[in-house]
């Protein structure tokens, strides 16, 4: 299991049992998905689906810049006028994507220090001197731990 890094220490998360890591996703990992997935809806990016398979998918030279705040696709050939249309309408609702992840970072800050004790023993050191992109970074690494779905893909493909 992998190790996250959190204010400067290093938390191996191996630590935690079967049903240590059942509760949290019970408490935290499934709320956090859903909120995630209700959230797509709400600004508009579960919109951005049939665009995406219309153009045939979205291309590596398709990336996302901001200049000035507004926030735009680097022209491409690969990457057809509707969808760079629409990504911009989506990402412009500036008030709802703040505020989802003002939200979502409170919330994955009270998952990631209620993922194990060792954790939970340094929450005080972890609140004053952790980034917001360290807390990021733990719970995706957490999640990748309590729902292997690489692990469960994986097995699928060499079965059939």
């Not at 859903?34 to 049939?50: T, W």
């Not at 045939?56 to 969808?83: C, F, Q």
């Not at 008030?95 to 990631?112: C, G, K, R, W, Y």
Request: some cysteine; charged content about 25%.
């Amino acid at each position: 299991m992998p190790e996250i890094k959190l204010a400067g220490k290093t938390y191996d998360l191996e630590g935690t049992s079967f049903t240590e890591r059942s509760k949290w996703r019970s408490k935290f990992g499934a709320p956090i998905l859903n909120k995630l997935g209700q959230s797509a809806k709400d600004i508009g990016l579960v919109d951005l689906i049939p665009v995406i398979k219309k153009s045939g998918g979205v291309h590596a030279s398709s990336v996302l810049e901001t200049d000035d705040g507004d926030i735009s696709i680097a022209p491409s050939g690969d990457t057809p006028d509707p969808l760079r249309m629409t990504v911009k309408q989506v990402l412009s609702n500036n008030a709802v994507v703040i505020a989802l992840v003002s939200e979502m970072i409170d919330t994955a800050f009270e998952a990631v220090c209620s993922f194990s004790k060792a954790i939970a023993d340094d929450r005080d050191h972890i609140n004053k001197h952790c980034t917001e992109t360290e807390v990021v970074m733990a719970l995706l690494a957490m999640l990748r731990v309590v729902y292997p779905l690489e692990v469960i893909f994986g097995l699928m493909g060499s079965i059939g």
